[in-house]
């Protein structure tokens, strides 16, 4: 079955880097989306960016647009999450979701389209 593992997760200062890893395995996921997600106390989980594997196409909720990167390592079946000038507001638990992609089709932001979860990772950023 599939399985995402994700970590990198830790306390970092306010303008501070993180990279999160997102490990997948059990399937091809060429067809696949992978998407980031995030969940603060009290709030409901929100995406954060995503990448088809299949081309490599991202895409970025606009509060992280410039300072988050998202890539994939086809060769590691990996994603990753480059997060630079991270801010308070940025602290949550992320999370590595997955989703077969229908062709054509763009980016779904809503948790509710992706099957596939992984355990979750705590990012703090202190200010």
């Known amino acids: 079955q599939v399985q995402l593992v994700e970590s990198g997760g830790g306390l970092v200062q306010t303008g501070g880097s993180l990279r999160l890893s997102c490990a997948a395995s059990?399937?091809?996921?060429?067809?696949?989306?992978i998407g980031w997600f995030r969940q603060a106390p009290g709030k409901e989980r929100e995406f954060v960016a995503g990448?088809?594997?299949?081309?490599?196409?991202?895409y970025y909720a606009d509060s992280v647009k410039g300072r988050f990167t998202i890539s994939r390592d086809n060769a590691k079946n990996a994603v990753y999450l480059q997060m630079n000038s991270l801010k308070p507001e940025d602290t949550a638990v992320y999370y590595c979701?997955?989703?077969?992609?229908?062709?054509?089709?763009?980016?779904?932001?809503?948790?509710?389209?992706?099957?596939?979860w992984g355990q979750g990772t705590q990012v703090t950023v202190s200010s």
């Open positions: 990448v088809h594997w299949s081309g490599g196409n991202t």
């Open positions: 979701a997955a989703h077969r992609r229908l062709p054509g089709s763009g980016f779904y932001t809503s948790y509710i389209y992706y099957d596939y």
């Open positions: 059990g399937r091809t996921f060429s067809s696949y989306t």
